[in-house]
C-alpha cells in the first residue's frame, strides 16, 4: 500500500494502548515530535507525518497567506488528506484507526483541531500545544466522545490568547471533555507541559 505522506511508525509496546500522531510545528519534521509522542506515552505507537506543504522550504501541513491568516482551500484538503493517511496507515501497519490521538504542536495542534472540527472519526482526541481556531464550521461536530487537552503560552506572540479561547469553546460546544491549561511563557514549550500532558493522557487513555 502506498501512503501519501513521507512518515515514520514506531511500533506500539503493547496492543491496548492508543496510537499517537505526532505533528510536528512549521519548520519540523517527521522525527521531531517522536521524543515528546514517547514522553506522552510509553506504550503507544507513534505514526509521525512529515507536512507536504513548504513554506521557504520548511515543511508545514497546510499553506497560509501570513501569519495566523490561513489558506482555508488549502486547509480543508490538507486536512482530508490526512485523514486519508491515518485510515490507510492504520490497515497498513495494523493499529486500531478509532484509537488515535493526536499530538500536535503549533502548525501541527492547527491541522489537528482542523480534523476534530471537520473529519472528527479520524481522532479519538488530542493534545493541542500552542493552537488556535483553525477555521470555524457552519455547523459544529458532535464530539461528546472525544477527549482534548490545550495546552498554551499566557505570552505567546504567535497565538492571540482569544484565539486559543475560542476554540477551546467551540470544542465544549461541540460536546468534547477539554482542558486547557495556561502557562507563563511564549510559543516555546515547557518540561512540565508534558509532565503534565503525559498524566491527562494516562487518566484517559490508559
Known amino acids: 500500500m502506498s501512503l501519501s505522506f513521507v512518515h515514520r511508525f514506531v511500533p506500539a509496546a503493547t496492543l491496548a494502548a492508543p496510537t499517537v500522531l505526532a505533528l510536528h510545528g512549521t519548520g519540523g519534521d517527521e522525527s521531531d515530535l517522536v521524543p515528546l ?118 505570552q505567546d506572540p504567535m497565538v492571540p490568547q482569544p484565539s486559543t479561547e475560542r476554540l477551546a469553546a467551540l470544542l465544549t460546544q461541540a460536546g468534547a471533555d477539554v482542558t486547557v491549561s495556561w502557562f507563563d511563557t511564549g510559543h516555546a514549550l515547557l518540561p512540565r507541559e508534558m509532565e503534565q500532558a503525559a498524566r491527562w493522557f494516562n487518566e484517559r487513555f490508559a
Open 37 to 154: 509522542a514517547r514522553m506522552l506515552s510509553a506504550d503507544s505507537a507513534i505514526l509521525s507525518p512529515r507536512g507536504a506543504v513548504l513554506e521557504n522550504g520548511m515543511p508545514r501541513f497546510f499553506r497560509r497567506i501570513a501569519e495566523g491568516v490561513f489558506d482555508q482551500e488549502d486547509l480543508r484538503r490538507r486536512t482530508d488528506d490526512l485523514a486519508d493517511f491515518i485510515a490507510k496507515a492504520a490497515a497498513h501497519y495494523g493499529f486500531d484507526p478509532t484509537r488515535v490521538v493526536a499530538l500536535g504542536y503549533s502548525n501541527g495542534a492547527n491541522i489537528a483541531a482542523s480534523l476534530l472540527l471537520s473529519k472528527p472519526s479520524a481522532l479519538a482526541g488530542a493534545v493541542l500545544l500552542r493552537p488556535m481556531v483553525p477555521f470555524e464550521p457552519a455547523a459544529l461536530p458532535a464530539l461528546k466522545t472525544k477527549r482534548i487537552l490545550i495546552s498554551a503560552g499566557r
